[in-house]
T-cell receptor, first 116, second 113 residues
């Protein structure tokens, strides 16, 4: 299996531009998570989906952030408009069961976003 | 200007020594805990887990200890190797019975040859 696939790996954009990050979870996994990692705040859970349905989006910073999972093999995290403080590494992870009981989230390599 | 970043605790050990990485978790209702390892430029990787009905669990070269009284976890790595150099995170299923895994701030383990 190729693992969780994220794109792009790196993105540099200007303030105000729309950013779309993409994730393909591991085939057969039914839970998908978006995390953000910064030096200031560490690893933060933004949102997670179970069977393509958003379950908890309380970590989404504000209305500029949105996430979708139109099918079991694809999810997007969109930032519009982007701001310099959104600069971070965004990780997507998937799991085959309840992460609270199996623990094994499989993380992608991350998308490093720089907003100038 | 320069941003003030999170200062990661750092543990520096000699190759071959045992390492102990500590973590305090936040929610007494959390009932499942996991340790992850993150190498530079990569995503976190699962190491070992433990449920709240246990106080110790062993894996290959790693042991996790759980002290619920003081909400404390530790990860012990035996015979530390250069390949163990990474940032280590503990995570809890915040509040129990949830898919919501909350990560701690992490500890940088630096293995000196």
């Amino acid at each position: 299996d190729a693992g969780v696939i994220q794109s792009p790996r790196h993105e540099v954009t200007e303030m105000g531009q729309e950013v779309t990050l993409r994730c393909k979870p591991i085939s057969g996994h039914n839970s998908l998570f978006w995390y953000r990692q910064t030096m200031m705040r560490g690893l933060e859970l933004l949102i997670y989906f179970n069977n393509n349905v958003p379950i908890d989006d309380s970590g989404m910073p504000e209305d500029r952030f949105s996430a979708k999972m139109p099918n079991a093999s694809f999810s997007t995290l969109k930032i519009q408009p982007s701001e310099p403080r959104d600069s971070a590494v965004y990780f997507c992870a998937s799991s085959s069961g309840l992460a609270s009981t199996t623990g094994e989230l499989f993380f992608g390599e991350g998308s490093r976003l720089t907003v100038l | 200007g320069e941003s003030v970043g999170l200062h990661l605790p750092t543990l520096s050990v000699q190759e071959g020594d045992n390492s102990i990485i500590n973590c305090a978790y936040s929610n007494s209702a959390s009932d499942y805990f996991i340790w992850y390892k993150q190498e530079s430029g990569k995503g976190p990787q699962f190491i070992i887990d433990i449920r709240s009905n246990m106080d110790k669990r062993q894996g290959q070269r790693v042991t996790v200890l759980l002290n619920k009284t003081v909400k404390h976890l530790s990860l012990q790595i035996a015979a530390t190797q250069p390949g163990d150099s990474a940032v280590y995170f503990c995570a809890e299923n915040y509040g129990g019975a949830t898919n919501k895994l909350i990560f701690g701030t992490g500890t940088l383990l630096a293995v000196q040859p």
